[in-house]
Every structure is written in C-alpha cells, then in structure tokens.
C-alpha cells in the first residue's frame, strides 16, 4: 500500500495513526514521540518509527557515566541523550530502527507489542524468536539452523554468522513510559546494517567497576542482528498493528514527519529540552565513584586504576546531580586541600575538569596528579569535552 502524504498533524485526531520520520535527529524524534504521547487522543492508536544518526540513548533514570565511555562518544561524533522512558541504554544508527506504539492504558500489557513486533518478524523468515521473561525479543539457539541467520560480532570486531549460538540473542530490548491514561511501549530492533562492535564499544565505561549507584542500571546481554532491511520490517510490522486494531470504521492514517514538526511550540520545547546539559547530566540520580573496586562484574572485579597508583590511598566522591557534595582522599592535609578544592563542583557544566581542579591544589604533587588524570577519566567534564 502506498503511504499517504498527509502531514502529521492532519492525521493526529485520527483513532489510528502511523507516523514515519525522515529526520534522524534523535532529539526530534523523541520530542515528537513525547508530542503524541501527551497530545493525541485519549483513545487513539498509533505506531511511530524512527531511525537515529549514531547516539547512545539512556533511560530517564541512568547514569551516563557508568552507561556509557563519554570519551568515546566524544571522539566519534556519537550524541549522548536521555530519553522520558526507562530502562537500559541502547546505542542507534542507522542499521537499527525503533519502533514506537502508544495507546490506552487499558490496552497496554508489557509484552502485547512486543509480540507484535515478534510477528512481523516471522513474516519475514526470522525463525525462533520470541519475548523472553525481561520482556526483550530474542533469537533462541534451536532456531539458529532455520530461516535466515543472525550474526554476532567476534571480539576482533569481525561479524560471522553463527549456526548455534550458545545462548539467545538480544535483537530488541523494551522501555515504557506510563501516564494517566495511556501507555508508551518502544523498542529498538537491530538489522542488517547494525555495527554490533561499535555498539558494544560505545556501551562499555572505563569506570563501571568503580561506580555505585542509585537509579537504574542497563542489563547487559548477547546481541544479535537479523539480515532484514528496516522498510520490511515497517511494513511487516505495521501489517501486524493493522491486524490487532484497524476495523471497517477505523482505518489507519499513515504520515511522514521531518523538522517541520518543530514548528509546533510544544515539540520544540521537547527537542530543545533534551539537548541541554541540566536534562542530559543533572539528572541523573546520586553516585558515589570509589578508588576501590566494587562489586565484581562479569566474574572479575576489573579494578581500572593507573599504573603509577599512590599506594595505599583510597579515593571516593559523592556526586548528587553531578555536583560533588562529599569527597575523600587520603593523603593527609594533601589531601584535605585537594578535597576542598572540589566541593561543590558541577561535573555537568564547568569551564575546567575536576582534574584540573586537583592539580591546581597541589600541582607539583606526582600523587594529586595521578588522582587528577583518573578521576577526568573516570567522569570526564562534558563542559569540556564539547
């Protein structure tokens, strides 16, 4: 069926509305994902896909320090945003595609268009998937010899096909947004074109083992991809919305949206909003970062200090929206300076990184030093890097 041209704001009083953007600002798209979510009608119906330039996209309750390497992220271009919705951080480009439905609460249940989504994909020969129990899509390993293959990557960074991957592969995860009323489910499905070594690249912080905490973080999971181009997936997917709500008197409204949809005060407000630092980093819910090693991770506790470590000497700060209020150092009334020279310092939006900050306490102190250059390592300044 051939898409309407209608823009989105002819179709947003229609009971079912299909909407596919053309931008791949993820600022937009999760402005306007927002816009339909407050703004259509109570009982409306409607399918959103988008597709992302390169992004690493946490949820409203994370810590882009422990979720992501915001040097990396820094030196390819990639944006960092936080969205509305929960959940864990996901990485998009434009080999993946997310997809988007909102509705009445009464017709939301965690897994409903999960299985939507698991549907559509069956159409397209992708055998043996399934929700599993956290509410992800997965490919389980007895389906690995049937219809079309998915790939993993290898640690070199090469991506093979696998005949039996030893556990099921996470191809798309879920996050909700919950109002009165009505329900926000979107997912995003890897496809063919998705660098899956850059994505597990993106997603690894150098300061995970030496974080604690409060808020939510991502559960990390085996990745796959399915050899599928995302304007299969569309169709097949939306096929499958059509199914579950289109009636004789309800048909589905289909429109394409771009920039233009900023000319509406209330999406503008949204785009302008996530791209700011007090949304992207002084939110984010309290953390301690320690010297010490916490709790192990992944079988090894990956304790990630220098090599020229002042022995004996543990370090902790306590951040709370990414200003330190409390901190630590033990190097005697060496460090107590260093300590005051830090407190109250805005790690979100300062003209000089609380590296920096150390050093200038005692600058010819080969100790403070080597605190300095790990702390900027551990939660870089994202004043300074932009």
Same mark, same amino acid.
């Given at each position: 069926m051939a898409r309407r041209s209608s823009s989105a704001s002819q179709i947003l *009083? &229609?009971? %079912?509305?299909?909407?596919? *953007?053309? *931008?791949g600002s993820p600022y937009l798209n999760l402005a306007f994902e927002h816009f339909l979510l407050q703004n259509a009608p109570p009982k409306s119906k409607i399918l959103f896909f988008y597709v992302n330039k390169p992004s690493v996209v946490i949820g409203r309750n994370q810590n882009p320090w422990l979720e992501t390497d915001l040097l990396q992220?820094? #030196?390819?271009? /990639?944006? %960092? /945003? #936080? #969205? #509305? &919705?929960g959940g864990g951080a996901v990485f998009h480009d434009e080999g993946n595609i997310n997809w988007s439905v909102i509705c009445p609460s009464e017709d939301f249940t965690r897994d409903k268009h999960a299985d939507m989504v698991v549907r559509g994909l069956k159409q397209l020969g992708v055998a043996g998937v399934r929700v599993n129990e956290r509410h992800d899509i997965v490919l389980i390993p007895e389906a690995a010899s049937e219809g079309r293959q998915v790939v993993y990557p290898e640690p070199d960074g090469a991506e093979r096909p696998v005949e039996r991957p030893q556990e099921p592969l996470k191809i798309s995860g879920s996050a909700y947004k919950l109002t009165r009323g009505r329900a926000l489910h979107h997912g995003t499905c890897l496809l063919e074109d998705t660098n899956?070594?850059? %994505?597990g690249k993106m997603l690894q912080s150098p300061a995970r083992s030496h974080i604690i905490a409060k808020g939510v973080e991502s559960v990390r999971s085996p990745v796959g991809k399915v050899p599928i181009h995302r304007y299969d997936f569309e169709a097949a997917v939306q096929?499958?919305?059509? &199914?579950?709500?289109?009636t004789s008197y309800e048909t589905i409204k289909q429109a394409r949206c771009d920039e233009r949809v900023l000319e509406d005060a209330r999406v503008l407000r949204g785009f302008e909003e996530l791209q700011t630092r007090e949304w992207k980093f002084e939110q984010t819910p309290r953390f301690d970062l320690i010297s010490d090693p916490r709790r192990e991770i992944d079988g090894d506790s990956k304790c990630n200090l220098p090599h020229n470590w002042p022995a004996n000497v543990h370090v902790s700060l306590h951040i709370r929206h990414a200003v330190i209020e409390r901190a630590g150092i033990d190097l005697g009334d060496v460090g107590k300076k260093a300590v005051q020279s830090v407190l109250g310092y805005t790690i979100a939006d300062a003209a000089t990184s609380c590296g920096a900050k150390l050093k200038a306490s005692e600058p010819n102190d080969p100790k403070v030093t080597a605190i300095a250059e790990w702390i900027d390592t551990m939660i870089p300044t994202p004043g300074i890097l932009n």
């Open positions: *009083s &229609s009971p %079912l509305q299909c909407y596919t *953007s053309t *931008s992220l820094h #030196r390819n271009g /990639v944006e %960092l /945003v #936080r #969205r #509305r &919705s899956l070594f850059t %994505l096929t499958e919305f059509k &199914s579950m709500y289109e």
